[in-house]
């Protein structure tokens, strides 16, 4: 039986993505998708025929705003002129069976490996084609150069999604069951897409993925060889010979794969930040094996000290889980050692709950709430003052900063970024004295340090 049929006069549509910047890139594929087929988009979502939430439910606090988005923009079917509300992406991979019984509010859920079919959906909706409301297979898809792709960062900066899906398994990660196994793009197909978002005045490229370091494994000729990661060392080269592009920044690369190779290439690059995104979660070796992590102790602080020794000034950032089950005090010691030995520049700290459907959930030894957030106050005041002492290093220094505009809270003051900070997740700098406009990339001297933030004065424009 085909449902109700629904027509959109207007062809408007109002999108929210939720959760990682991965998310982001399949929201931006989406509505390159829905531009490409006529679609405009909606300012609010009064004015939307149809309204898309492509949701995260990662942990708990993801679940509950993906629910409660959800339900407050489904107002605008009785209130507004939507006609169609869809619900994407990890949350409807994970509980579509579940959330039709739950949420007749919704008229169609669409899994993580199904958002490049929204077109064709939406059209067998208007034509009252559809036999049923969940559209959730195996996640294998990921898009290419050739799939539109409206990019709703600031100009100046975009994310490039290298691969997606992960074959790490680590028992307290629900990734590989939302997103499928590891699907990599081509070198080819990645440089092509750089020099597209370098016409279009992107200077700055994060590259991301669920795991950096096993990039390109599923490929011909990807993986390490005798102590080298080839195909990463060609992405990384390739990509930093695409004009127009000033910064590129790696995300999510993970100790036990990082290779000499591609360290001498960062030490040397000019257009690879000095900056590391590298996930550890822990540093207690029996932690380590019960989240079935491929590292030790001794080897992340290895690598780190080469990381250091090659590229003197690299910025680093972790994140690490606290109270993971069977964690005892020795344990959480050998944590806290490892984060005051290691200094990162960034920390992500976690608290770690039971997630339905991993491994982690049928360990022993569960840590109780209150000691959970006990750690988790001793993990965060020991960084606050590492990443005070580090930015005290700033202090004097004139530095590069990629502007982003109006201070969030004046327009009296601008804010940016050193090479140093990612997008959404580090601090900014705070310019309080100078003129620049959104994408400039200037000379800032530094006059005051913050806990987060570095303060200074634009010293010339580049």
């Known amino acids: 039986m085909n449902l109700e049929p629904k027509k959109f006069q207007e062809k408007s549509i109002f999108f929210t993505s939720l959760g990682c910047s991965k998310n982001l890139v399949d929201s931006q594929v989406m509505l390159g998708h829905l531009k490409l087929d006529g679609f405009r988009i909606a300012q609010t ?7 898309i939430v492509n949701t995260c439910s990662f942990v708990e606090a993801a679940k509950v705003e993906s629910i409660e988005t959800v339900l407050g923009l489904a107002e605008h079917k009785e209130n507004g002129k939507c006609q169609a509300l869809v619900m994407s992406g990890c949350m409807a991979q994970r509980y579509s069976n579940e959330l039709e019984n739950e949420m007749p509010e919704v008229d169609m859920f669409i899994g993580t490996g199904e958002y490049n079919k929204i077109v064709p959906l939406l059209r067998a909706m208007e034509e009252g084609k559809l036999e049923k409301k969940s559209f959730v297979e195996i996640p294998r898809y990921i898009h290419t150069e050739f799939d539109p792709r409206l990019n709703t ?58 795991d950096f370091s096993d990039y390109a494994v599923d490929l011909a000729g990807g993986g390490k060889q005798e102590g080298k990661n080839p195909m990463i060392y060609e992405l990384l080269s390739r990509l930093e010979k695409v004009q127009g592009i000033d910064w590129i920044r790696v995300f999510y690369f993970y100790p036990d ?178 003129v620049a406009k959104a994408g400039d990339i200037v000379k800032v001297e530094i006059t005051e340090v913050l806990d987060y933030d570095l303060v200074g004065r634009i010293v010339t424009i580049s």
């Open 45 to 51: 979502p009064e004015d939307a025929e149809v309204i």
């Open 153 to 210: 960062s600031p100009y100046y900066m975009a994310w490039l999604k290298i691969s997606e899906g992960c074959n790490r398994n680590c028992t307290f990660c629900i990734i590989p069951t939302l997103r499928g196994k590891l699907r990599s793009r081509s070198v080819d197909s990645l440089v092509a897409e750089a020099e597209q978002l370098a016409s279009t005045g992107v200077r700055e490229l994060n590259l991301i993925s669920q």
């Open 257 to 434: 794969d990082l290779t000499e190779d591609v360290m001498d290439l960062m030490s040397k690059s000019t257009k690879i930040t000095k900056y590391l995104d590298m996930p550890v979660q822990h540093f207690a070796d029996g932690v380590l094996r019960r989240m079935n992590r491929r590292v030790t102790e001794e080897v992340i602080h290895q690598k780190i000290q080469t990381l250091r020794e090659k590229i003197p000034g690299i910025v680093l950032r972790t994140s690490i889980i606290v109270g993971f089950p069977g964690e005892t005090e020795e344990d959480f010691e050998a944590l806290l050692r490892g984060i005051t030995t290691a200094r990162f520049n960034h920390l992500g700290v976690f608290k770690y709950s039971d997630e339905e459907g991993t491994p982690a959930v049928r360990l022993k030894n569960k840590v109780s709430q209150e000691v959970i957030d006990e750690r988790f106050e001793k993990l965060y005041e020991a960084q606050r003052e590492i990443a005070r002492e580090l930015n005290q290093d700033y202090l004097g220094k004139v530095i590069d900063v990629l502007v982003e505009g109006h201070h969030e809270e004046t327009d009296l003051l601008l804010q940016g970024r050193h090479a140093g900070q990612a997008p959404d997740i580090d601090g900014k700098v705070i310019i309080n004295d100078g």
